[in-house]
């Protein structure tokens, strides 16, 4: 939703544009990235998507992926061109309100020059028309995201940076935007997406999908899982859609944490505030597809069975990370940190070592009482990690978590738990980063907790006691 600042433009698309307008040019174009400290080609500049509209049509015997994006934008400045994100593919097509556009593509970025400016404030569709076997993209810590074929499937999983692996877009959590993706399949597949099933519809030996998710999402968090999952559709007692896909050979030892799934949102419901979207459910593939989950929006996606601490995770992401979005992927511990923290109040709750026990364990790194406590996370502070390979290393996670706890010892657990409820409410469907998280905490306390945040977030090495 965040709008920066456009990046000068090229020399050759001033040229060109120039060429073409017959040199009436005011528009320029949005910038090619948005500067992102660890991800600086992701996203782009001079628009916010408010909608994208997939079409969608998947052959998993060839892997083929072909169809049409339409992405309905505010231009943010008057537009001679601007880029769309799409890692491989062909683009056959690219419209702009109906009208051919040209278009061209460097690496990642796809850039597009309507036959007319687009001039601030104006909405836009552009429509683009692609086709291709999508890739599975190396994140620089080596694990793999984007399009990930499956026995019978695929899969696609996109933090931080796979979305761009199956559909163009603005990919970058700060420009949110709602999504409906269809998506046909041949006759005995499913496939699943984020959000509402608004319908299931077989024609001519293919079933076609419709997924609706009306809140903002960020791209990261879009998923589709193809395949022969068993799904399985109910509510939760306050009439939420509860929809899960489980592979059949994970069947049997999901079942135990998939059954809480009701009673996690209404954990949560009760902890973090009111649930942020209109669906839940989770996806499980086989063990070792991923080898991580991942907290795609409202349906969270687990490599082999989860366990319910797993599932208290990435259901947490649903507020933290989900609804409240990092602004740059600097703040990840925003995310991490509270979905950790949230295992922990979920154990003190159900029977587990209180949170305080848990940060004595991880403080005192006893790796008997826990074999994570390893002493990992000292290794640079949660709130600035070195290096895009390290934004989901161990300090973001634990040393995160360890900041929410020592806020709690600070002001207690009335201000502690008003304060986590205020900031899901404050940002909601919103974004955030972490000079807001410690300016909105001191304000809603009243309590100057400037040393946690020098120590604990900002600070090298492990804290004094
Ligand atoms: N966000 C996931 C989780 O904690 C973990 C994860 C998967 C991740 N892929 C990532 C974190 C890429 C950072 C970058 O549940
Ligand atoms: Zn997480």
């Known amino acids: 939703m965040d709008l920066r600042r456009a990046a000068p433009a090229t020399a050759a698309l001033l040229a060109l544009t ?47 992926l072909s169809g049409t994006a339409e992405i309905t934008a505010t231009a943010g400045q008057d537009l001679s061109a601007f880029n769309l994100d799409l890692e491989g593919m062909e683009v056959e097509s690219v419209r702009v309100d109906g009208k051919g556009a040209r278009f061209n593509r460097v690496g990642q970025e796809l850039t597009v020059r309507p036959s007319d400016e687009l001039t601030k404030g104006r909405t836009f569709r552009t429509v683009v028309r692609y086709s291709g076997t999508p890739r599975s993209i190396e994140d620089p810590d080596g694990s793999e995201e984007g399009w990930i074929e499956t026995d019978d499937g695929a899969v696609a999983v996109g ?26 399949v041949p006759k005995g597949y499913e496939a699943v997406s984020n959000g509402v099933l608004k319908s299931r519809t077989d024609r001519d030996g293919h079933t076609v999908f419709r997924w ?122 925003l995310n991490e940190g509270f979905a950790t923290y949230a295992e922990w109040l979920w154990a003190e709750e159900h029977g587990g070592p209180s949170a305080e026990k848990r940060f004595r364990t991880f403080y005192d790194e006893d790796t008997d009482a826990d074999p994570e406590a390893d002493g990992s996370y000292w290794a ?40 986590v409820r205020g900031w899901a409410a404050a940002h909601r469907h919103g974004n955030a980063d972490t000079k807001e998280f410690t300016a909105y905490a001191e304000r809603q306390t009243g309590k100057d907790l400037s040393g946690i945040w020098e120590t604990w977030l900002y600070g090298d090495g492990k804290p004094e006691e």
């Open 18 to 64: 120039t060429a073409c307008t017959g040199g009436t040019v005011q528009g320029t174009p949005g910038a090619s990235g948005l500067r992102d400290p660890y991800f600086p080609k992701a996203g782009n500049g001079g628009y916010d998507v408010t909608h994208y509209g997939l079409k969608l049509d998947y052959a998993p015997g060839t892997g083929e």
């Open 159 to 184: 933090e931080p940076q796979g979305s761009m692996a199956w559909f163009p877009g603005n990919h970058h959590p700060s420009d949110k935007a709602a999504y409906d993706v269809e998506i046909a």
């Open 212 to 333: 609706h998710s009306p809140e903002p999402m960020a791209g990261y968090l879009a998923t589709l899982a193809i395949g022969k999952y068993a799904v399985t559709a109910s509510r939760t007692a306050s009439g939420l859609p509860v929809l899960t896909a489980v592979r059949p050979e994970e069947a049997a030892d999901s079942a135990a944490a998939l059954k809480r799934i009701p009673e996690v949102v209404d954990w949560g419901t009760r902890r973090f505030g009111p649930y942020p979207f209109s669906a839940t459910g989770a996806i499980v593939e086989d063990d070792g597809t991923l080898g991580y989950a991942l907290e795609t929006q409202s349906r969270p996606i687990f490599s082999g069975a989860p366990d319910t601490e797993l599932l208290v995770h990435e259901m947490a992401h649903q507020w933290f990370g989900n609804s409240v979005s990092p602004r740059s992927w600097r703040d990840m511990w």
């Open 380 to 419: 640079f502070p949660p709130a600035d990690p070195p290096g895009a390979e390290h934004i989901s290393d161990s300090p973001v996670y634990y040393r995160g978590a360890m900041v929410l706890h020592r806020i709690r010892q600070e002001v207690g657990d009335e201000a502690f738990f008003a304060l």
